[in-house]
């Protein structure tokens, strides 16, 4: 199966920035691409070998891209809970995670982030390198109102490892801790490891962590998971295998012009305390009464031809929606798609492709999870 580059990889002529890793990765013969203004590494040879490295053992993915932002101050939880649709006060215990997305007043999606609970007063941030930029801005203009301090982390790199073999390679390669160490913490959650932040998170459908640590301890890191047997994968499979999981890519799946309930999102809405005031939620109340809001959906395309971003999806009765993100998916074998819909969508419907129409199967936005297909082909 041949790929192409995911549109979400720009090829531009311009100076990008370099994670620490870069070097690594050229020695390891990658192919980079421009990935929001980063030199990154789309794959090393064989995405579709990196996709399966990871469902079925363990990769490792260079994420020091990311934007990672502690927020401090005796107002932090406030100015989260204002600035957030999900709520912080969820989170209790030291570690734990949650996500959201950062709206708009009109509702649209600015970005959606991970935010770990450190304590009432201390918060991390992870947001989009694509959106690095206008995310600062946004964060500190709504922190005047707010005893806060937006601290932005750039000398932190991190390294995602993902795969059901995860844990076995990673934990005796982290600094000693005492107490709960990452191999103890459950999902969604992270501990420290000295100076290292481990969070038992990732982008991929599978059991994973995604480890920020200082940059002069990346190379090291790296060079002794290649040794333990970890595969080095790209940015191309790590697309693959998030599209497999069902979740949102920004900039495709979501964007300002977006908002959560259109976007397969309303669960990371929370609604109560109902006296919470967050940023969008009128906006995202008075779309809520609206009877004609559209629906996100998972497609598999059962004749040939291959799903892609953009084309347009025929429902029964005649009415248009369009895909967000499309591909080939290595587990299933199959093409599958995230497609926004009108809600009366039934359990078929139609592909406009190269001028004609390829029948689809609808199914819930989440195709592989664990290493395990979820639906039925």
Request: aromatic content about 8%; some cysteine.
């Amino acid at each position: 199966m041949c790929f192409r580059v995911p549109p979400f990889f720009v090829l531009r002529i311009h100076m990008t920035k370099k994670t620490i890793l870069n070097n690594a990765h050229r020695e390891l013969g990658a192919r980079m691409v421009d990935f929001g203004g980063w030199d990154m590494p789309v794959n090393y040879g064989s995405q579709i070998d990196e996709h399966h490295d990871v469902r079925k053992s363990v990769g490792m993915f260079d994420v020091s891209h990311m934007t990672v932002v502690d927020v401090n101050g005796a107002q932090a939880k406030a100015y989260l809970q204002h600035l957030l649709a999900n709520d912080v006060a969820k989170l209790t215990r030291q570690g734990k995670a949650l996500y959201s997305c950062m709206l708009t007043e009109d509702a649209g999606i600015i970005d959606d982030l991970i935010v770990y609970f450190l304590d009432d007063q201390n918060y991390r941030l992870v947001v989009n390198a694509s959106t690095r930029d206008k995310d600062i801005e946004w964060l500190e203009k709504q922190a005047e109102n707010f005893d806060v301090a937006i601290n932005e982390q750039p000398t932190l790199a991190m390294i995602a490892v993902q795969g059901p073999k995860a844990r076995q390679k990673v934990c005796p390669l982290l600094p000693e801790r005492l107490g709960l160490s990452a191999a103890e913490i459950k999902p969604f959650s992270a501990c420290w490891h000295g100076e290292w932040f481990v969070g038992r998170t990732g982008y991929t459908g599978e059991d994973g962590f995604e480890i920020m640590l200082p940059e002069d301890k990346a190379v090291g890191f790296w060079k002794q998971l290649l040794e333990a047997g970890v595969k080095p994968c790209g940015l191309g499979a790590r697309d693959t295998l998030r599209l497999e999981a069902g979740m949102n890519l920004y900039g495709q799946d979501m964007d300002e012009s977006k908002n959560p309930l259109e976007s397969g999102l309303a669960w990371t809405i929370a609604w109560e305390p109902s006296e919470r005031e967050f940023i969008g939620k009128q906006a995202l109340l008075n779309i809520k009464q609206q009877t004609s809001s559209g629906k996100f959906v998972g497609l598999i395309l059962e004749d040939k031809g291959m799903l892609r971003a953009h084309q347009t999806v025929v429902l029964d009765d005649g009415l248009k929606g369009e895909i967000t993100s499309g591909g080939y998916s290595p587990t299933m074998e199959r093409s599958i798609a995230l497609a926004r819909v009108p809600a009366n969508i039934g359990k078929t419907c139609k592909i406009e492709i190269r001028g004609k129409l390829k029948n689809a199967r609808v199914v819930k936005p989440c195709f592989v999870r664990q290493g395990a297909v979820q639906i039925e082909l």
